[in-house]
Structure formats: structure tokens, C-alpha cells
């Protein structure tokens, strides 16, 4: 089992995880038409005017997530944020690397 790990998606679509215990992995390919669909999904939840922090009543540490996109970074600890949530599930849904 690994521990804490980053998902990134370059522009082009690459997808590439680095992490805990030496995991490094790169993904397919993501298509412009997904990564579109990713931009639409962020725009749709409002990511640009998310909160950079949110703790949700009892959140523990090992619930926390982020996501950046450009320059904006939002931090979640718990499920509070339904639209951050569904953001974070599509990331899940593409790259497919598992969120636990």
C-alpha cells in the first residue's frame, strides 16, 4: 500500500503520480476532449471560487484532498463540498487512479 500520493495532468494531457514510498507511475494519455471535459467540470463547480481551505465537521487528516488547478489550490478535509467532491471524482474518473 502506498501513502500520500499527487495526480498530475499536464496541459498536453499527461498523467503522472508521484508519491510515499517511491511510487511513481504514468497514466494513458488523457484526450483533449477529456481534458475539456475536466475544464467544463471545474468551471460548472465554480472551482475558481471555491475556498482555499475547508474543514468539514468531523474531518479527520487522512480525509483531506486537494486540487490545483493553475495557480489555485483548494484543500478539503471531509465531503461537505458536493461540488468539489464531483470535481475530485471526475479527476478520479480520467486518470483512473483510485481516491481513498
Known sequence: ??????????????????????????????????????????????????????????ATARSTTWIRIGSKKVTVAGTCLPAYQQLRKAFVAVTHFYMG
Not at 484526450?31 to 460548472?44: F, I, K, N, S
Open 1 to 58: 500500500m502506498h501513502g500520500p500520493y499527487t495526480v498530475s495532468v499536464t496541459t498536453d494531457g499527461s498523467v503522472h503520480a508521484t508519491g510515499a514510498d517511491g511510487l511513481t507511475r504514468s497514466a494513458t494519455q488523457i484526450t483533449p476532449a477529456q481534458l475539456a471535459a475536466l475544464e467544463g467540470r471545474a468551471a460548472l463547480a465554480h472551482f475558481d471560487s471555491m475556498p482555499t481551505f475547508t474543514r468539514c465537521p468531523g
